[in-house]
């Protein structure tokens, strides 16, 4: 099947520029995710969706980031306007959510978007 | 909330040799998720293994073992028969019920020819 697509893979913008990544999941996965991964660290979760629901947004920076999912597939996450701080990889992933014993529930990722801002 | 602890920023290990990342993480769910994932340099995230938190058994992929620990909430991967490809970071993973996933701050594993 095919995997996570995202793009760009990469992006470089000047401070108070805006930018937007997109994503197209797994065809079928209910869940869908955007990390935000700054060099040598975890990934952080900034959204979840569950279809085009928003599960978990605590982390995202609401003031200069929004996502939205349409239609329950595609994703696009838009920085609006840009921050040094925000220098980092934006990983999207999603998962099938089958219940337990009927299969897969791992996330499966993309090559993420590599975002420099100067 | 969930938090995921990888308290080893990094380890080192002869080719052939095993070696063992460890992994804490804390919740008052009873049933959930942890996995194991491998960021390569290319960096996209691979799936490495999982375990469901109501098995007991540990879960084995190939050369790739975990000891669950449920009770102390402890979930290590021991890499046996280390190869050159498995030189990555490695991060520990918690999906809750509602399938929100948490990362730890990763491991870099670096295998010595």
């Known amino acids: 099947e095919a995997g996570v697509a995202q793009s760009p893979r990469y992006k470089i913008i000047e401070k108070r520029q805006s930018v937007a990544f997109w994503c197209n999941p797994i065809?079928?996965?209910?869940?869908l995710y955007w990390y935000q991964q700054i060099l040598g660290q975890g990934p952080k979760l900034l959204i979840q969706?569950?279809?085009?629901?928003?599960?978990?947004d605590s982390q995202l920076p609401k003031d200069r980031f929004s996502a939205e999912r349409l239609k329950g597939v595609d994703s696009t996450l838009k920085i609006q306007p840009a921050k040094l701080e925000d220098s980092a990889v934006y990983l999207c992933?999603?998962?099938?959510?089958?219940?337990?014993?009927?299969?897969?529930?791992?996330?499966?990722f993309g090559q993420g978007t590599r975002l420099t801002v100067v | 909330a969930q938090t995921v602890t990888q308290s080893q920023p990094e380890m080192s290990v002869q080719e052939a040799e095993t070696v063992t990342l460890s992994c804490t993480y804390d919740?008052?769910?009873?049933?959930?998720?942890l996995f194991w994932y491998k960021q390569p340099p290319s960096r996209q995230m691979i799936l490495v293994i999982r375990q469901e938190a109501y098995k007991q058994q540990n879960a084995t992929e190939n050369r790739f073992s975990v000891n669950f620990q449920k009770a102390a909430k402890s979930f290590s991967l021991k890499i046996s028969d280390s190869q050159l490809g498995d030189t990555a970071m490695y991060f520990c993973a918690f999906m809750r019920h509602d399938y929100k996933l948490s990362f730890g701050a990763g491991t870099t594993v670096t295998v010595r020819a």
């Open positions: 065809s079928g996965h209910a869940t």
């Open positions: 992933a999603s998962s099938s959510q089958k219940s337990r014993g009927g299969g897969k529930t791992e996330a499966f």
């Open positions: 969706f569950q279809n085009n629901g928003v599960v978990d």
């Open positions: 919740t008052s769910e009873n049933n959930y998720y």
